[in-house]
């Protein structure tokens, strides 16, 4: 039952009353008579919190102590308590803590606690967590997309909604200002992409100059499994099971700092894709031109942290060059896109030649499209097997698509069986190595098949 009690007077026994049992009001050290600060608060309301311990707040005047200290135990009952020192915690406090808690990549952490650094904590770290308003984080989230644009809005509004939302759960305060009516969640549309066909894919293999060949299956690979660029750097000839026709993609390699890393592929999800009779005799093929060699990086989890021992492979793509430094490492993305797959767009007409930039040597300024990246091949995959009936399960199984938040049917029911990785494998071959007469770089006719080695 809340009460209020007064901090200004004590109740203690009669000294005069032989039988003990009278009480008499005495001056405690916070009467101003003794002391104490008269503007201070008088009246100290007192109620049970959801955790049956005693909680308080002082006030000036009774009245107001009472209605509290019984609002406060309605609350309790309601389930809608918010204790009132739980909102004091800081804002930058509590947001490191929700990063830790997120269960999202290495890499995406590391964006995440950039963004949280950059961007939120300067404005709201020193703020108490009850403090901040639905309007201060509109303004803020305004401002910030007129200095940094829609992609750093939409992260740290990532960050900002779910900082609040753990305010909320462990009942720091009961709204989440950053999911008020008046915000409106960063949206961007994604323009529709056409899907790249065989014969553009084709196009661009064939431009890869003679200083490029040790990188002309790179294309063949991701378009006939369906990798991520990183995932492409990261394949390796232990992955494949030619007898079985599969490859597992279960590592990427990516820059986290200045530091190149192993990790998990996007998602922290190992996947196994089908490997059809063509893109197995393109990386036969290489593999017999350009031998692999073990390579060894360290291996970065889940957590964002650095494994104890490091990870080695027997890497299918390595970096061939003059420069003994990188002479045999594996591929960094900024290389081979500026190095090999943007030249070799341009010599097939994909884009348009580069311009070249002042200052710095005169380096070559490329204008690429987002459709054009090698994204691009993950989409003819994926594209190619919805028109050859190849499952929706299937192609995100292939992909490394998250089946989470889909429709119970898909995420339980819709297995990925032998018969579909065949269906896959016949499609991938009918569209990549469909038969065609084609020249190859000796000027002779050949096939389509036979170009991919």
């Not at 050290?29 to 007192?46: D, Q, S, T, V, Y």
């Not at 049956?52 to 006030?59: I, M, N």
């Not at 990790?263 to 893109?279: D, F, Q, W």
Request: aromatic share 8%; hydrophobic share 35%; glycine share 10%.
């Amino acid at each position: 039952m809340a009460r209020v009690k007064d901090l200004w007077f004590s109740e203690v026994k009669d000294p005069a009353d032989p039988d003990g049992k009278r009480k008499i009001k005495r001056k405690t050290a916070k009467h101003p008579h003794n002391g104490g600060n008269p503007e201070a608060a008088r009246w100290l309301a007192i109620w049970i919190g959801p955790d049956g311990k005693e909680k308080s707040k002082a006030f000036k005047v009774k009245e107001k102590a009472k209605t509290h200290g019984a609002k406060m135990e309605a609350d309790v009952e309601r389930g809608e308590y918010i204790d009132p020192k739980a909102g004091k915690v800081l804002f930058g406090d509590l947001g490191r803590r929700s990063l830790k808690l997120r269960k999202v990549g290495a890499g995406t952490t590391r964006r995440y606690e950039s963004a949280f650094r950059l961007h939120v904590e300067p404005v709201f770290g020193h703020r108490q967590v009850s403090s901040i308003k639905p309007s201060e984080v509109l303004e803020w989230m305004l401002e910030l997309a007129e200095r940094r644009g829609y992609g750093t809005q939409a992260i740290t509004y990532i960050i900002m909604a779910g900082i609040f939302d753990l305010a909320v759960a462990d009942s720091m305060r009961r709204d989440n200002p950053a999911r008020s009516p008046i915000i409106t969640p960063p949206h961007h549309e994604t323009p529709e992409r056409d899907a790249w066909s065989a014969e553009r894919i084709w196009s661009v293999i064939d431009a890869h100059p003679e200083s490029a060949a040790p990188y002309r299956a790179i294309p063949i690979v991701s378009a006939g499994c369906g990798l991520r660029q990183g995932e492409a750097f990261g394949i390796a000839l232990e992955d494949f099971d030619f007898e079985a026709g599969k490859v597992d993609i279960c590592r990427q390699v990516t820059k986290i700092g200045k530091q190149y890393v192993f990790k998990l592929p996007k998602g922290g999800k190992v996947r196994t894709a089908p490997v059809s009779p063509g893109v197995a005799r393109a990386v036969q093929a290489h593999i017999e031109a350009y031998p692999v060699r073990a390579y060894t990086l360290p291996w970065m989890k889940e957590d964002g942290k650095l494994a104890e021992e490091e990870h080695t492979c027997e890497l299918l793509f390595l970096w061939h060059g003059d420069d003994k430094r990188t002479h045999g490492a594996p591929i960094h993305a900024a290389s081979y896109d500026y190095g090999v797959w943007k030249p070799a767009l341009v010599k097939a007409g994909v884009i348009p030649a580069p311009a070249k930039r002042a200052g710095r040597g005169g380096r070559l300024r490329y204008e690429v499209a987002r459709q054009d990246g090698t994204h691009a091949l993950r989409h003819y995959l994926a594209t190619t097997l919805l028109d050859a009936g190849v499952s929706l399960a299937g192609v995100m199984e292939f992909l490394g698509h998250s089946k989470k938040g889909k429709p119970v049917t898909l995420g339980v029911y819709a297995h990925v069986t032998e018969e579909t990785y065949e269906k896959a494998r016949k499609a991938i071959d009918k569209s990549l190595f469909k038969l065609r007469a084609v020249k190859d770089r000796s000027g002779s006719a050949g096939t389509g098949a036979e170009r991919a080695v």
